[in-house]
């Protein structure tokens, strides 16, 4: 019997710009999920990572295309700490919140970092993704983040 296990994992990011008058924007935008991220769910399997570690979105302006094998953001200007992470199924989503003070500017690169500080370039990167013409984001907006892993069969 020729038994052929596989795993795949993929993402996508979803943005929600919303003015002060309610109006909202979505767009959503595929990503790369890299080594090093598969290493670091690999790890909090395990308990190499524990648990509760801080989860942050980073924005920066890097422009270099993203790699399986990046470790960090090219050149990351702003980090966030999670609002929340939940469950469906086997897709894992992390959810960030920008109030109106907070990333404004125009960003072209974003990433996820497990066991991460508010310190740049810190933690395991999980994700990495350049949003065809970027992200920017006004100080009348808020700007809500939610990133979906999915681990499948392949």
Request: hydrophobic share 40%; net charge negative.
């Amino acid at each position: 019997m020729n038994v052929n296990e596989n795993i795949g994992v993929s993402g996508h990011w979803l943005f929600t710009w919303q003015d002060q008058a309610g109006n909202a924007t979505i767009r959503e935008v595929k990503n790369i999920v890299v080594q090093s991220g598969l290493e670091a769910l690999a790890a909090l399997v395990v308990g190499e990572i524990p648990q509760g570690n801080a989860i942050f979105l980073a924005l920066g302006t890097g422009t270099t295309v993203a790699d399986h094998a990046d470790t960090i953001l090219e050149e990351e200007g702003y980090r966030k700490i999670i609002a929340s992470r939940s469950r469906f199924s086997s897709e894992i989503r992390f959810r960030f919140f920008f109030t109106v003070s907070e990333g404004n500017g125009d960003w072209s690169e974003a990433g996820v970092f497990l066991a991460g500080t508010e310190m740049p370039d810190t933690g395991h990167l999980l994700n990495r993704v350049l949003p065809p013409g970027g992200v920017s984001k006004a100080d009348n907006q808020t700007l809500t983040v939610e990133v979906r892993i999915s681990l499948y069969a392949a």
